[in-house]
């Protein structure tokens, strides 16, 4: 089947800890997002990727890095230097046309 | 940063109620207005793209209509079913990226 993937489910920091979250599409989508919900809040968008080894900053980047090795893959480290990482953490991809935007399942990220 | 707002933050609803939501967007440099439906647990799933104005679309009891002129779109859905409970989150696109709004959610009680 066609989608996309995240992991883990549920991931767990320390202080001072660089985590990465992982994105994979199998739907040969050229652009990637990584969005940021808190409660009451909408999606943030964080960092996105139009092609392969190019990629944007979003709204609130600060204290996340990205990679766009390959097509299919867009992974997001939450650096140290991010103070307030606890969040739902969301990928989504798109096509050409970059109309519809077809969302993974999710990350949720707590600090220990 | 385009400012999307969304009302109600969230309804209550009896089933077979209809009920209609509201997204406000700035209309200057409009390119596509997006509906999504989030349900808990799940991805969220899109509903419906419009770009032109006066746009209405359709799917099932779920409808919605666009007026770029002033900045607004509403989502309708005719009697609401307790599997219609989710997050309804409208978005704004630019050139490649959206601006999405807070969101509204929705529950349906049998």
Same mark, same amino acid.
């Given at each position: 089947?066609?989608?996309?993937?995240?992991?883990?489910?549920?991931? =767990?920091?320390?202080?001072?800890?660089?985590? /990465?979250?992982?994105? !994979?599409?199998?739907?040969?989508?050229?652009?990637?997002?990584?969005?940021?919900?808190?409660?009451?809040?909408?999606?943030?968008?964080?960092?996105?990727?139009?092609?392969?080894?190019? =990629?944007?900053?979003?709204?609130?980047? !600060?204290?996340?890095?990205?990679?766009? !090795?390959?097509? !299919?893959?867009?992974?997001?480290?939450? /650096?140290?230097?991010?103070?307030?990482? /606890?969040?739902?953490?969301?990928?989504?991809?798109?096509?050409?046309?970059?109309?519809?935007?077809?969302?993974?399942?999710?990350?949720?990220?707590?600090?220990? | 940063?385009?400012?999307?707002?969304?009302?109600?933050?969230?309804?209550?609803?009896?089933?077979?109620?209809? @009920?209609?939501? @509201? *997204?406000?967007?700035?209309?200057?440099?409009?390119?596509?207005?997006?509906?999504?439906?989030?349900?808990?647990?799940?991805?969220?799933? +899109?509903?419906?793209?419009? @770009?032109?104005?006066?746009?209405?679309?359709?799917?099932?009891?779920?409808? +919605?209509?666009?007026? $770029?002129?002033?900045?607004?779109?509403?989502?309708?859905?005719?009697?609401?079913?307790?599997?219609?409970?989710?997050?309804?989150? *409208? +978005?704004?696109?630019?050139?490649? $990226?959206?601006?999405?709004?807070?969101? @509204?959610?929705?529950?349906?009680?049998?």
């Amino acid at each position: 089947d066609g989608g996309i993937t995240q992991s883990p489910k549920y991931l =767990f920091r320390k202080e001072g800890q660089n985590v /990465t979250l992982s994105c !994979e599409q199998n739907l040969n989508h050229d652009a990637m997002y990584w969005y940021r919900q808190d409660p009451g809040q909408g999606l943030r968008l964080i960092y996105y990727s139009q092609i392969v080894n190019d =990629f944007q900053k979003g709204d609130i980047a !600060e204290g996340y890095s990205v990679s766009r !090795e390959k097509k !299919e893959s867009f992974p997001l480290t939450v /650096t140290s230097a991010q103070k307030n990482p /606890t969040a739902f953490y969301l990928c989504a991809s798109t096509g050409l046309n970059q109309e519809t935007q077809y969302f993974g399942p999710g990350t949720r990220l707590l600090v220990l | 940063i385009l400012n999307v707002e969304q009302s109600p933050q969230s309804l209550h609803v009896q089933e077979g109620d209809s @009920t209609n939501f @509201t *997204c406000s967007f700035p209309s200057s440099n409009f390119y596509a207005l997006h509906w999504y439906r989030w349900e808990t647990a799940k991805s969220p799933e +899109a509903l419906f793209v419009m @770009t032109l104005n006066g746009d209405e679309k359709k799917k099932g009891r779920i409808s +919605a209509t666009l007026n $770029t002129k002033e900045g607004y779109s509403y989502l309708y859905i005719k009697g609401s079913q307790p599997e219609d409970s989710a997050t309804y989150l *409208c +978005a704004s696109s630019g050139y490649s $990226t959206l601006t999405f709004g807070k969101g @509204t959610m929705l529950l349906v009680s049998p």
